[in-house]
């Protein structure tokens, strides 16, 4: 499964940005998929995932009432709608896949086998 994760740039706070994720190589319709992202200098952070095909999506508690998950099993292909946007959340955004993880890893970077490449958000005041 290779993920490429785009929609990154430069944009004002208060804005909103779109991030994709497209999978290829397999269909990962029934993978639980998963966003994270880095800030320079810190630990990558869980952003949000949905749980195999059906799960509903879970959220990090910094960006819980901002962002939303969603997936389009059709297009093999996730995203994140990220409105609000804070100075905070420049990060390098990253998607994750994986076809066995259980429930209680969702937010483990260490459970998924398949990483994008990452996308750069950067957010100015």
């Known amino acids: 499964v290779q993920l490429q994760a785009s929609g990154g740039g430069l944009v004002q706070a208060g804005d909103s940005q779109r991030l994709s994720c497209a999978a290829s190589g397999r269909t990962v319709s029934s993978y639980t998929v998963a966003w994270f992202r880095q800030a320079p200098g810190k630990e990558r952070e869980f952003v949000a995932a949905?749980?195999?095909?059906?799960?509903?999506?879970v959220y990090g508690e910094t960006v819980k009432g901002r962002f939303t998950m969603s997936r389009d099993n059709a297009k093999n292909t996730a995203y994140l709608q990220m409105n609000s946007l804070k100075r905070e959340d420049t990060a390098v955004y990253y998607c994750a896949a994986d076809s066995s993880l259980i429930y209680s890893s969702l937010t483990n970077a260490d459970a998924y086998d398949y990483w994008g490449q990452g996308t750069l958000v950067t957010v100015s005041s």
């Open positions: 949905i749980f195999r095909s059906y799960g509903r999506p």
